[in-house]
């Protein structure tokens, strides 16, 4: 996850409508799966695998991140969350990696990298930023370098060996009004993030606009503002 946006939302972060959106949408899509042993790529502070920890029957988490300044152990609900900047082999049966490639010059390379390190019959669930229009000051200041139609995410996640499950779009609700803020500053490659704090009924506005869609999320390859694959390392 971006760092960057964990750092203006602090505390807040699981009450924002961007990220209780998403940790719903995470739930729904890994659902059938019942997640056991989650290894969660580019984690930054964990927030999804915690929450995955905290709403599912998973037993631990294993957070991978670069960045991480040391190795360390911690738990959620009673559950290990463990931290590391690099790992080998790992027996897991769901690998996260949300808003992750979009920040790497190789991704496909990255997502074989750990398509080796985890067992047959794995499953990776991807999000990434949708759509190259859409580009703004918002991906110059979180470091993106590129964003991604469906169909492109899912064929970079073939390259590295997957098999593709299903792929979508979600906030789809939310892409009228947030495409045309971005394309209203398209012109500007100003680094500046369009997450903020909201007041409460925005927020309350929000989440409920997200939450009505996810009836529709499974089906979606429209639009969206975020692209969901779920795939299977075979």
């Known amino acids: 996850m971006d760092l960057k946006e964990e750092d203006i939302l602090g505390a807040d972060i699981g009450r924002h409508w961007y990220y209780r959106a998403k940790s719903a949408a995470l739930r729904r899509a890994v659902a059938s799966l019942r997640p056991r042993h989650v290894l969660d790529v580019g984690a930054g502070s964990g927030f999804f695998s915690r929450?995955?920890?905290?709403?599912?029957?998973?037993t631990a988490a294993l957070c991978v991140d670069t960045g991480y300044p040391s190795d360390r152990d911690d738990s959620s609900n009673g559950k290990p969350v463990r931290f590391r900047r690099t790992i080998g082999a790992v027996d897991c049966n769901l690998v996260l990696m949300m808003d992750v490639l979009e920040h790497v010059?190789?991704?496909?390379?990255?997502?074989?990298?750990?398509?080796?390190?985890?067992?047959?019959?794995?499953?990776?669930?991807?999000?990434?930023?949708?759509?190259r229009f859409l580009w703004?000051?918002?991906?110059?200041?979180?470091?993106?370098k590129?964003?991604?139609?469906?169909?492109?995410i899912e064929a970079v996640l073939r390259a590295a060996g997957?098999?593709?499950?299903r792929g979508s779009y979600y906030f789809g609700f939310v892409f009228p009004l947030a495409a045309a803020i971005r394309l209203a500053s398209r012109n500007s490659s100003e680094p500046r993030t369009n997450l903020q704090r909201?007041?409460?009924?925005?927020?309350?506005?929000?989440?409920?606009?997200?939450?009505?869609?996810?009836p529709l999320f499974p089906i979606n390859r429209l639009a969206g503002l975020s692209a969901f694959v779920l795939a299977r390392k075979p």
Do not use: Q, W
């Open 136 to 144: 703004s000051g918002h991906d110059v200041f979180l470091e993106h």
């Open 51 to 58: 929450h995955l920890l905290e709403r599912t029957d998973a």
């Open 198 to 214: 909201h007041g409460a009924l925005a927020n309350g506005v929000l989440t409920a606009a997200c939450m009505a869609e996810l």
């Open 105 to 131: 010059d190789d991704d496909c390379g990255l997502v074989r990298r750990y398509a080796d390190k985890v067992p047959p019959g794995a499953h990776f669930l991807v999000t990434v930023p949708a759509f």
């Open 146 to 152: 590129r964003r991604y139609r469906l169909d492109e």
């Open 162 to 165: 997957l098999e593709i499950v």
